[in-house]
Every structure is written in C-alpha cells, then in structure tokens.
C-alpha cells in the first residue's frame, strides 16, 4: 500500500524507502533486531537440460536484503528477481530472490570444478549463508562402456549378464528387457539386478532362452544396448533300462536285449546326447522244452474176482516240461478173462514176473563186471580218476583261425568247439601244499576241439611245489603266446603269474604290482581241473580307446582261460590312482570282448547284482567279483575340473659319476605299484640309484601342463645347464595315460670334479595350480645300485588249495552254515557285514547263495599279507556266535 512520500506500510511500523537504483531499508521495530534471517527455501541442485536455462530460489526471514554467490562472486543486483511479503501469522517480513542460470555461464568454468550458487540474508542482526546449489550440464553418452554377451548354458545353470551404461550426467538409471518387456525383478524372483547393474539369472530355465537388452536412461535420453541371446540348452539323460527281453532261443542258447532311450530329459537347443549305449545285449539259455514220454506197460495183474486184469504206464520218460506236449494215448488198460482162464492167466502171469527178475539180475550182474573191468584198464593205463573229465579245459576257446560266424554274439564267454581239430593231451600234476605231499600220478587229458596249450615236448609236465609253479616260465609262454586268443599277451614273465588249481580254489600274486587273483573254494566244479594265469599287460602293446575326459586309472590286467566255468565270482585285484573322490569321477569297468573291443561291463555306482560283475573301490585298490575271466580295466571321466589322479614323482640319478655332468631323472607315472615295478627294472638295466624317497602329487583335471624345476643350488659349486627355467611336461600326456611314464632330465654341472655333495629345491607345480617343493640333500659320490632280483626264474606267485587263505576250511564252513541263516536279532551275516565295514554291498552279499561266503572272501582279498584271525574271530564274538572260538584249533588239527 503506497502512501504520501512513496513510502510503503507493513505492518505496524515497518518502513521501506524506495528509491531508484537501489533499496534503502530502514531499520526493523526494535522486537526484532535480535533476530537472524534464516531460509524457509535454499537453492537446490539443478541439470542444464540441452539449451534451457535453470532457475535457482532462496527465500528467508527476517531479511533486509538477499543476494546470490555464484562460484565465489556476486551476481549483479539487476539479475535478481525480488518478491516480498509478509508472514500473516508472525509479522515477520519474508524475502523471496531468484536467478536463473544459463549453459553458457556454466561452460565459461569448463575445466574448473563444477559451477555453484549460493545465497546470503542480511538482517540487522547478522547475514546467514545458504547451502551450495550445484548446476551441471546433463548429457548421455551413445556407446556402453561394456555390453551384455550372448551365452549357452546349461538348464538350472546360474547366468550372469554385464552391463556397463554410458556415461552420463546424472549417472544413468539401468533396466533389463527380455525381448522387449521390462523385467521386474520383484515379480520375477528368478531374476535378480545386481548394485553394479549387473542381471543375473539364478536358475535358467527353457523359458528364459530369449534376448536380453540393457536399457540405461537419465533426464537427457534413453540408450539400448545390442541385444544378447542366452540359449538355454539341455544335455541329454539316459532313461531307466527296460526289462530284460525274453530269450531269443526258445531251446538252448540265445540272446536278450534291453534298451534305454535319450529321454530323460531329451536334449534341446544343441545339448548333448547321452554318453553310451542304448541298447544291451547279454547271452542266455533257455531250458529246452520236454514232450512227455511213456514209460514200458507194468505187468498184468492177476486176473481179478470180476474175472479181468489190467496193466499200467506212466508219462515219465521223460515227464514233460518246460511247456513241452503231455503224452497221447492211456495209460491204463484191462483185459477180461474167462472163469476157466482165469487160474491159468495168474499163473502165467507169475511165471513171466519170474523170468523177468531173474533176466535183469543177470543183466546188472555183467555190467557191474564190465564197470569193473574198465575201471582196472584205466588205472593200469596211469588215468587218474580224479581229473578223468577235463572237457572243461577246452570248453568255451575259439580254434585257431575260426571267428564267430555274426559280431553281434562277440561277447559271449563260450565258443562252440571245432569238433574238427586234431585231438590232443596236456599232463599236468597239483601237489597240495596244505598236507605237504606230492602226488606222483600223471594225468591226461583228452581235448578234442583245439589244444588251449600245446603239448609239452618229450612228455614233461609242470609241477607246483609249495604253491609255486617251477615249471620253465618262457615254455609256459611261448605255449600260451600261439592261441589265437592270447596273440596279445606278453611273453614277459617277470609280469605273469599261473597255476593248476582245483575246487579248493586258491590265489595268484604279481609281486610288487598290487595285482592278484582270488579264487575261493568251490568256484572250481568239483572233479575239475584248471590252469589259470594272470598277466599285467604293458600299456603299449595294448591301448585302450580314450575319449574326451577319459583316463585310465589301473594297469590292464588278463586273467584266463576266459572260457572256464565258474560256480562263484573270483576276486580281482588292482591298484588305482584316482583321488578316490566318487563325485569327482564317473568309473568304468571295462573288458575286452573275443573281437577285440572294449566294452562297459559296470559303472561303479550303478552295480546291478543281477550283472556277473561287481566292483568295490578302495582308497588305492580297486576289487572287482568276476564270474568271467578275461581282460579288465578302470577307466575314469572326470565330471568337474576338481578330479585329480595321484601321480607317484620319482627321482633317479647315475651310480657312477666322473665327469663335470651330472643328470636327474625325474619320473611322473600313475601311482600304481606296476608302473613303479617297470621303472624299477629299466632303472636297474641302466644302472641308475634312487636319490629320494618317492613323492605323491595329485595333478587335476585341469587342462594344464606340469612343470618342473630346480632352484636354490650353491651357485659356487654347481650351475644349471638347461637354457629355460623350467621343463614341462604337456597335460594331455599325463592324462590320456597314453605313455606309461614319463620323465624329464635336470643336467647339472659342477665347477669341480672335488664337489660331491647337491643340495637344491625341486619344484613341481601345474600351471596356475598349486605346486610343491621337495629338498634334496645327498652325495652323489656314493655308489647305491638298485638291488637286482635273482628269483626271475619263479613266474609271480601261485598260491593253490587250504595254502592260499587265512582262514581253514573246515572252519570257513562252519562259519558260513551259522551266518548264513537270518536271525531275528540280527545276528547273522549282515551284522558281520557292518563290522567288517562292508554294508554299502549288502545287496550285492544278499544275491549269493552263501552271503557269508563272499564276504569271507573279501575279506581274504583285502587282508591275505595283513589278515589277523584273532581280530575275525572277535568280529565273531561281539557278534554272539561260539564259532570265534574254533579259530584257536590249530592247523594241524584242521
């Protein structure tokens, strides 16, 4: 309200002169001059939008006057938009200013810190500052700093998609599309955004195989990365087998099939098929049906009171069966008889049943003498009753230059016999090292469809004394070597071990290779007689077929006739050198067929009992049950980049060393004893020393090289000769198992022909891995050859009859009647099972006829060198069964 004098009223004395140019305030009425101004509005942060200016406001009261500091100068008076007014509820007059802001003021201080504001209020009392309002040109750069990438994965596999927006003032909001619809992340919890702007999808489903887009934006614009396509892809399953088809045959020998699918699931959007075969044959024998058969008519009976007489015959030459046809025609018939016949017929009738007795004691009489008289001819012609049939011997061996006529039955375990070829002998004598005898009766035995083994010259036969056979071992070789079957075995004897073994069973040993053959009592037929070996093949002259992570794990071992006829499972075993990790590997047993293929016979893990093989996988020591013989391996396939095998590092030098050169050998084989065995021997042919106790490294499945190197040696006295600071060994050749060892050499020198002593650091480590380092400390001037093994003569070592295990036979049969039968506690083979530590193999124990029985021979597999009978027999105890004490008989006594 203006009145006279320009003067403008507020309140009840409250003056301000106008004049022009500027503002004069007159001073506020004395209640309010101890009062500070303070800011009801303070300028706030604000983005230059392309071209358009931006306006900054304060507002405060009590204040005399505002004006605003921008970057540390005042803003000109005539750039100020002033607005007064009055606080109705207070009095208190109110000071509104503003200013707007323009591109072009805040790019003249490019390069400088960002451009600010602020403002400050006067009042009589004193000034107040308000806070600094920042004004930033807001932009959006085109091009993402990093772009989503498409990827394939697998299903339930988690996905993590990048993104980095452009740059941006202010800093650019990010989102997620999937062809072309936001993704919410609240709604879709399988979808998670990450604080650096990241998606990821936690489990990836069939339906998540889409486009994904990165959309960053801010007040300026809105930018779209290039798409990305996940391809979510399934790997195929193998359904569950079907049931075993019926027998092909419906008399004697055929086969059946079951069958699996790639269903389960069935692979999508280029994942891969299942891994293995779909189709599984194995070889039966159906029972051959039987048509019934009449046996001879009985006797007339005396004539009757009704003055007739019948006779009778029954279907039971055969009986039929097997769905075979029931006999046609009666089997009763009757005659009648006249009054004045009938006296007459019933004394025929007895006369007949006479002649008939004393006819067929006659007959019975000049067979007993028959039986008689051949039973003396063959014992005066040296046959030996107790191995009369030996049938068995050539049962199921393939003639030399015959094939199977169709490949599809290759893996049967019984070739029909040539009845073609030349009939043969083998002699050959068991002498029982239980009972110390020796029995001095030569046997023959006649084969008539193609020799297994070739007669031995000028009549000589072999003979086991205390269980080792002492026969020529090159002989037994060079016969074994010509069967067409066997044209792969080696002729190295030390890494071959056979014997004659009968139903006492007994036990061949390699030395110092971990392998042996356990062949328990009574998986021999009784009145049979066979010669077993076992051999360990070298790698090279036998290669299995590896593919994509495959390795093989165990040496290859053969044991044979494959063709014999077994009652109950024998027990092979043989090291291994995986971690022993079970979800790290997927392990194969495989066994070569009469073809020549390797085939899977069991997965451990998935052992169906209803298969002749079974496998129980040690620490170090793989046993498979086996009702076949033949050639066996263990092949593993790493499922993760976590699975190692154990590799045995070994390390050689010269014996004699009298130049300035000194080499180290250093070894890198599977950790199996056979391996070991055969660098043992070269190293020994070489004339070379071991240096160092022998090391223990598990390399991975990681697809990177070993390296090897020697540090820390007295630069005085010794340098390195090699021009790179390392060696490597490549990966694939280490894990193929392609070479059965290999090997790198370290040249030294020393500067003086005086210097004996070596201390260095071999280390040893796989490429971004973890390494070890192992010291070396010795004196390479004394002389330590490798001892030599003389006994090179003795094939392994054979082990047959009561000899071959720990526990006697009388007392392993009383045990097993009292386990065998379920107990209502409990107390039976199952608890001896878990005391034993066996109970993963329960299933596989309750298929046999005798649980008890295999597992007493388990136990001898694992314990023949370390087996305590005190310790079983309180096993037995704490079962409850009286039994454990007849382990105090002695062996004399059983």
């Given at each position: 309200?203006?009145?006279?004098?320009?003067?403008?009223?507020?309140?009840?004395?409250?003056?301000?002169?106008?004049?022009?140019?500027?503002?004069?305030?007159?001073?506020?009425?004395?209640?309010?001059?101890?009062?500070?101004?303070?800011?009801?509005?303070?300028?706030?942060?604000?983005?230059?939008?392309?071209?358009?200016?931006?306006?900054?406001?304060?507002?405060?009261?009590?204040?005399?006057?505002?004006?605003?500091?921008?970057?540390?100068?005042?803003?000109?008076?005539?750039?100020?938009?002033?607005?007064?007014?009055?606080?109705?509820?207070?009095?208190?007059?109110?000071?509104?200013?503003?200013?707007?802001?323009?591109?072009?003021?805040?790019?003249?201080?490019?390069?400088?810190?960002?451009?600010?504001?602020?403002?400050?209020a006067w009042s009589t009392t004193g000034t107040q500052k308000s806070q600094k309002a920042y004004v930033r040109i807001a932009y959006l750069r085109k091009n993402f700093e990093e772009e989503p990438m498409g990827k394939e994965v697998a299903l339930n596999q988690e996905v993590l998609l990048r993104c980095h927006p452009p740059e941006g003032v202010p800093a650019a909001e990010v989102e997620w599309q999937r062809n072309e619809h936001v993704i919410d992340p609240v709604s879709e919890p399988n979808f998670l955004v990450t604080a650096d702007r990241n998606l990821i999808i936690k489990q990836a489903r069939l339906a998540d195989t889409a486009n994904y887009t990165c959309v960053a934006k801010n007040i300026v614009a809105r930018r779209k990365s290039s798409p990305a396509t996940v391809l979510v892809y399934v790997n195929g399953g193998w359904s569950t087998w079907t049931t075993w088809s019926a027998c092909s045959s419906v008399c004697g020998r055929g086969w059946q099939r079951r069958s699996r699918s790639c269903t389960n699931p069935t692979p999508l959007n280029g994942g891969m098929a299942c891994d293995g075969q779909n189709v599984q044959k194995s070889a039966c024998t159906a029972t051959c049906p039987v048509d019934g058969g009449w046996s001879d008519w009985s006797n007339w009976s005396e004539c009757g009171v009704d003055c007739s007489m019948w006779r009778s015959r029954e279907c039971t030459q055969p009986s039929p069966g097997t769905g075979g046809k029931d006999c046609q025609g009666i089997d009763l018939q009757s005659l009648n008889c006249t009054s004045q016949q009938c006296l007459q017929t019933a004394n025929g009738v007895e006369d007949v049943a006479l002649y008939v007795g004393i006819v067929a004691v006659a007959l019975c009489l000049t067979l007993i003498l028959i039986v008689v008289v051949l039973v003396y001819r063959r014992k005066k012609e040296g046959l030996d009753a107790d191995v009369a049939d030996s049938s068995i011997l050539t049962t199921g061996f393939q003639p030399m230059g015959i094939k199977p006529s169709k490949p599809e039955n290759s893996h049967l375990l019984t070739i029909q016999p040539d009845l073609t070829t030349t009939t043969t002998s083998y002699q050959g004598t068991l002498h029982s090292r239980h009972d110390g005898t020796t029995h001095t009766g030569t046997a023959?035995?006649?084969?008539?469809?193609?020799?297994?083994?070739?007669?031995?010259?000028?009549?000589?036969?072999?003979?086991?004394?205390?269980?080792?056979?002492?026969?020529?071992?090159?002989?037994?070789?060079?016969?074994?070597?010509?069967?067409?079957?066997?044209?792969?075995?080696?002729?190295?004897?030390?890494?071959?071990?056979?014997?004659?073994?009968?139903?006492?069973?007994?036990?061949?040993?390699?030395?110092?290779?971990?392998?042996?053959?356990?062949?328990p009592p009574e998986a021999i037929p009784r009145g049979k007689i066979y010669e077993i070996y076992l051999t360990a093949q070298r790698k090279e002259d036998l290669r299995l077929p590896l593919a994509g992570c495959q390795t093989l794990l165990s040496p290859i071992v053969s044991c044979g006739p494959p063709g014999v006829v077994l009652t109950r499972p024998t027990i092979l075993s043989m090291d291994h050198c995986s971690d022993a990790c079970p979800e790290n590997w997927a392990i194969r047993l495989k066994k070569q067929n009469y073809e020549g293929v390797w085939e899977d016979v069991l997965m451990m893990g998935e052992e169906l009992i209803s298969e002749p093989y079974y496998c129980q996988l040690e620490a170090e020591t793989c046993r498979v049950f086996?009702?076949?013989?033949?050639?066996?391996?263990?092949?593993?396939?790493?499922?993760?980049?976590?699975?190692?095998?154990?590799?045995?590092?070994?390390?050689?030098?010269?014996?004699?060393?009298?130049?300035?050169?000194?080499?180290?050998?250093?070894?890198?084989?599977?950790?199996?004893?056979?391996?070991?065995?055969?660098?043992?021997?070269?190293?020994?042919?070489?004339?070379?020393?071991?240096?160092?106790?022998?090391?223990?490294?598990?390399?991975?499945?990681?697809?990177?090289?070993?390296?090897?190197?020697?540090?820390?040696?007295?630069?005085?006295?010794?340098?390195?000769?090699?021009?790179?600071?390392?060696?490597?060994?490549?990966?694939?050749?280490?894990?193929?198992?392609?070479?059965?060892?290999?090997?790198?050499?370290?040249?030294?020198?020393?500067?003086?022909?005086?210097?004996?002593?070596?201390?260095?650091?071999?280390?040893?480590?796989?490429?971004?891995?973890?390494?070890?380092s192992f010291s070396l400390d010795f004196n390479i001037a004394k002389v330590t050859l490798l001892a030599l093994n003389n006994s090179t003569l003795i094939i392994g070592s054979a082990l047959a009859g009561p000899s071959a295990f720990q526990i006697p036979y009388l007392i392993r049969q009383k045990i097993c009647s009292s386990l065998d039968t379920p107990c209502p506690n409990g107390a039976d083979w199952r608890l001896l099972a878990q005391r034993l530590k066996l109970d993963r193999h329960m299933s596989f124990f309750a298929s046999k006829a005798s649980p008890t029985s295999v597992i007493l021979d388990l136990w001898e597999a694992q314990h023949f060198h370390s087996g305590n009978l005190n310790q079983l027999a309180t096993v037995m105890a704490d079962i409850g069964k009286q039994e454990a004490m007849i382990f105090l008989v002695s062996d004399g006594e059983c």
């Amino acid at each position: 309200k203006f009145v006279e004098g320009g003067l403008w009223k507020v309140g009840e004395g409250v003056l301000w002169k106008v004049g022009e140019g500027h503002v004069a305030t007159a001073t506020l009425p004395a209640s309010f001059n101890d009062l500070l101004p303070h800011f009801l509005v303070e300028p706030d942060d604000e983005y230059i939008v392309k071209n358009k200016p931006v306006t900054l406001t304060c507002r405060s009261t009590p204040a005399t006057q505002i004006y605003f500091k921008c970057n540390g100068e005042w803003v000109h008076q005539d750039d100020h938009l002033i607005d007064r007014t009055v606080d109705p509820a207070t009095g208190l007059p109110i000071m509104q200013v503003k200013i707007d802001i323009s591109r072009q003021q805040v790019e003249k201080i490019f390069g400088l810190d960002d451009y600010w504001c602020q403002c400050v209020a006067w009042s009589t009392t004193g000034t107040q500052k308000s806070q600094k309002a920042y004004v930033r040109i807001a932009y959006l750069r085109k091009n993402f700093e990093e772009e989503p990438m498409g990827k394939e994965v697998a299903l339930n596999q988690e996905v993590l998609l990048r993104c980095h927006p452009p740059e941006g003032v202010p800093a650019a909001e990010v989102e997620w599309q999937r062809n072309e619809h936001v993704i919410d992340p609240v709604s879709e919890p399988n979808f998670l955004v990450t604080a650096d702007r990241n998606l990821i999808i936690k489990q990836a489903r069939l339906a998540d195989t889409a486009n994904y887009t990165c959309v960053a934006k801010n007040i300026v614009a809105r930018r779209k990365s290039s798409p990305a396509t996940v391809l979510v892809y399934v790997n195929g399953g193998w359904s569950t087998w079907t049931t075993w088809s019926a027998c092909s045959s419906v008399c004697g020998r055929g086969w059946q099939r079951r069958s699996r699918s790639c269903t389960n699931p069935t692979p999508l959007n280029g994942g891969m098929a299942c891994d293995g075969q779909n189709v599984q044959k194995s070889a039966c024998t159906a029972t051959c049906p039987v048509d019934g058969g009449w046996s001879d008519w009985s006797n007339w009976s005396e004539c009757g009171v009704d003055c007739s007489m019948w006779r009778s015959r029954e279907c039971t030459q055969p009986s039929p069966g097997t769905g075979g046809k029931d006999c046609q025609g009666i089997d009763l018939q009757s005659l009648n008889c006249t009054s004045q016949q009938c006296l007459q017929t019933a004394n025929g009738v007895e006369d007949v049943a006479l002649y008939v007795g004393i006819v067929a004691v006659a007959l019975c009489l000049t067979l007993i003498l028959i039986v008689v008289v051949l039973v003396y001819r063959r014992k005066k012609e040296g046959l030996d009753a107790d191995v009369a049939d030996s049938s068995i011997l050539t049962t199921g061996f393939q003639p030399m230059g015959i094939k199977p006529s169709k490949p599809e039955n290759s893996h049967l375990l019984t070739i029909q016999p040539d009845l073609t070829t030349t009939t043969t002998s083998y002699q050959g004598t068991l002498h029982s090292r239980h009972d110390g005898t020796t029995h001095t009766g030569t046997a023959k035995f006649s084969m008539t469809n193609g020799p297994l083994l070739d007669p031995l010259p000028n009549g000589s036969h072999h003979t086991l004394h205390n269980g080792k056979m002492t026969s020529d071992p090159a002989e037994f070789m060079t016969r074994l070597s010509n069967q067409t079957y066997f044209k792969t075995l080696p002729r190295d004897v030390a890494n071959t071990s056979y014997g004659t073994f009968n139903f006492l069973g007994g036990r061949l040993t390699i030395p110092n290779t971990g392998i042996s053959l356990l062949i328990p009592p009574e998986a021999i037929p009784r009145g049979k007689i066979y010669e077993i070996y076992l051999t360990a093949q070298r790698k090279e002259d036998l290669r299995l077929p590896l593919a994509g992570c495959q390795t093989l794990l165990s040496p290859i071992v053969s044991c044979g006739p494959p063709g014999v006829v077994l009652t109950r499972p024998t027990i092979l075993s043989m090291d291994h050198c995986s971690d022993a990790c079970p979800e790290n590997w997927a392990i194969r047993l495989k066994k070569q067929n009469y073809e020549g293929v390797w085939e899977d016979v069991l997965m451990m893990g998935e052992e169906l009992i209803s298969e002749p093989y079974y496998c129980q996988l040690e620490a170090e020591t793989c046993r498979v049950f086996s009702e076949q013989l033949g050639r066996f391996s263990l092949v593993g396939e790493s499922l993760n980049m976590s699975a190692a095998k154990r590799l045995r590092l070994v390390l050689f030098s010269d014996a004699y060393c009298s130049t300035l050169e000194y080499n180290i050998r250093v070894y890198c084989m599977d950790d199996t004893q056979d391996v070991f065995k055969e660098v043992m021997q070269m190293e020994r042919q070489l004339g070379g020393r071991l240096i160092d106790e022998p090391h223990v490294l598990l390399f991975k499945d990681s697809y990177h090289n070993l390296r090897l190197s020697i540090h820390d040696m007295p630069q005085a006295h010794w340098r390195s000769k090699l021009l790179a600071g390392y060696q490597e060994i490549p990966f694939y050749h280490i894990w193929n198992g392609s070479q059965r060892f290999l090997h790198c050499t370290f040249t030294l020198e020393r500067l003086n022909l005086s210097t004996c002593e070596l201390t260095c650091q071999l280390c040893v480590w796989q490429v971004e891995g973890e390494g070890q380092s192992f010291s070396l400390d010795f004196n390479i001037a004394k002389v330590t050859l490798l001892a030599l093994n003389n006994s090179t003569l003795i094939i392994g070592s054979a082990l047959a009859g009561p000899s071959a295990f720990q526990i006697p036979y009388l007392i392993r049969q009383k045990i097993c009647s009292s386990l065998d039968t379920p107990c209502p506690n409990g107390a039976d083979w199952r608890l001896l099972a878990q005391r034993l530590k066996l109970d993963r193999h329960m299933s596989f124990f309750a298929s046999k006829a005798s649980p008890t029985s295999v597992i007493l021979d388990l136990w001898e597999a694992q314990h023949f060198h370390s087996g305590n009978l005190n310790q079983l027999a309180t096993v037995m105890a704490d079962i409850g069964k009286q039994e454990a004490m007849i382990f105090l008989v002695s062996d004399g006594e059983c």
